[in-house]
């Protein structure tokens, strides 16, 4: 007697179903996390052209009061002019991405704005760094002087309204950043040539908080929403040179 085992097919158009919702959810999610991420390089590169436009644009510019009685420039006393002009000139190139106070430090964006006088002494090996202005140990910070009203004031003395990028109604009560270039701080110090002559710096610094856009729980869950960005730019200052600075 011969016995045939008939083979039962199977219908694999339901297995073929599965693997392609499988891999289709996986194509989602990457297509979403490139989207999500173009959106954060976008703010990336807004933000950090705005500390490079405003250093550039306060790089040949005097932070420091000129007194007309002694004919000497007065280092000791911040010119608001030079620190708000670099801030607002930052806030402007960044538009539209705009700048966000908060109460919440962790998701308050800030711009910082430092002077140094570097010299380095060779009898001691030592760098002498001196930090403008000194009444901001941490740094010229845009929230600090909007809350103290020096903001206001300065575009009030011009004649003109607070720009637009600057109006955010959260100002007032925003949380400051600090500068993470204390004169003190080998992150300053390892970006100095001992063998360079006494030279003046600016450094600009941006803090901004980017708020996703998709706000997917699959990246919400594992990534930090706002993601903090911090971008600077380091450029000369002439008129910060540990020399005396001629009389005008």
């Not at 908060?102 to 001691?124: E, R």
């Not at 809350?147 to 959260?170: E, H, M, Q, S």
């Not at 002559?197 to 990534?223: D, N, R, W």
Request: charged share 15%; glycine share 4%.
């Amino acid at each position: 007697m011969k016995l045939f085992v008939l083979g039962k097919k199977g219908n694999r158009s339901g297995q073929s179903f599965t693997e392609l919702s499988l891999v289709l959810l996986i194509l989602a999610l990457i297509l979403a996390g490139v989207v999500e991420y173009g959106f954060m390089l976008n703010s990336y590169l807004h933000v950090l052209d705005g500390a490079r436009e405003g250093a550039r644009f306060s790089s040949n510019s005097n932070p420091f009061t000129f007194n007309d009685v002694s004919q000497a420039y007065e280092y000791d006393n911040p010119e608001q002019r030079f620190y708000i002009s670099t801030a607002a000139e930052v806030a402007s190139v960044m538009d539209p991405i705009a700048l966000r106070p908060s109460s919440d430090p962790t998701k308050s964006d800030d711009v910082v704005v430092s002077v140094y006088s570097v010299t380095y002494l060779h009898d001691t090996s030592q760098w002498s760094i001196v930090q403008y202005p000194s009444q901001d140990p941490h740094g010229w910070s845009l929230c600090t002087h909007y809350k103290n009203g020096n903001v206001a004031t300065f575009f009030a003395l011009k004649g003109v309204p607070i720009p637009l990028y600057l109006r955010d109604v959260n100002w007032p009560s925003c949380s400051p950043q600090q500068t993470k270039f204390s004169s003190s701080s080998s992150l300053l110090q390892s970006r100095l040539d001992p063998n360079a002559p006494a030279t003046g710096m600016l450094i600009v610094e941006v803090y901004y908080h980017y708020s996703q856009v998709m706000k997917l729980p699959v990246f919400t869950s594992i990534i930090p929403d706002p993601i903090p960005i911090h971008t600077y730019t380091i450029m000369p200052l002439s008129a910060a040179e540990a020399t005396p600075t001629p009389s005008p």
